[in-house]
């Protein structure tokens, strides 16, 4: 059973950065697909950025592209979040999520951690 566990989240101001954690218990990255999404006060979940593992491939939603960076330290199983030049409406609860041989991520992804808050704010 695999267990997500975020972290990195807190206050900061406008303009600033943060970095988001998220440990993979018990696995290796190798043919997963794991993505970040975020759900800000009141809205729905929406996908922030997804990476697959056998295709590849990182895609960021057009919201964070060019602010936000995917990373990954294969020997820690740990992926992060690289949010830069943030703003009010990244605000939100951030989570991580994987899929065994996903090439996309959505809402039907198998594990989801329990998400950290961001709250940017001045």
């Known amino acids: 059973q695999l267990q997500l566990v975020e972290s990195g989240g807190g206050l900061v101001q406008p303009g600033g950065s943060l970095r988001l954690s998220c440990v993979l218990s018990?696995?290796?990255?190798?043919?997963?697909?794991i993505g970040w999404f975020r759900q800000a006060p009141g809205k729905e979940r929406e996908g922030v950025v997804c990476?697959?593992?056998?295709?590849?491939?990182?895609t960021y939603s057009d919201s964070v592209k060019g602010r936000f960076t995917f990373t990954r330290d294969p020997a820690k199983n740990t992926v992060y979040l690289e949010m830069n030049n943030l703003k009010g409406e990244d605000t939100g609860v951030y989570f991580c999520?994987?899929?065994?041989?996903?090439?996309?991520?959505?809402?039907?992804?198998?594990?989801w951690g329990k998400g950290t808050l961001v709250n940017v704010s001045a």
């Open positions: 018990g696995q290796n990255f190798d043919y997963w697909g």
């Open positions: 990476w697959s593992s056998h295709v590849g491939s990182t």
């Open positions: 999520a994987a899929e065994w041989y996903a090439s996309t991520c959505d809402e039907n992804m198998s594990y």
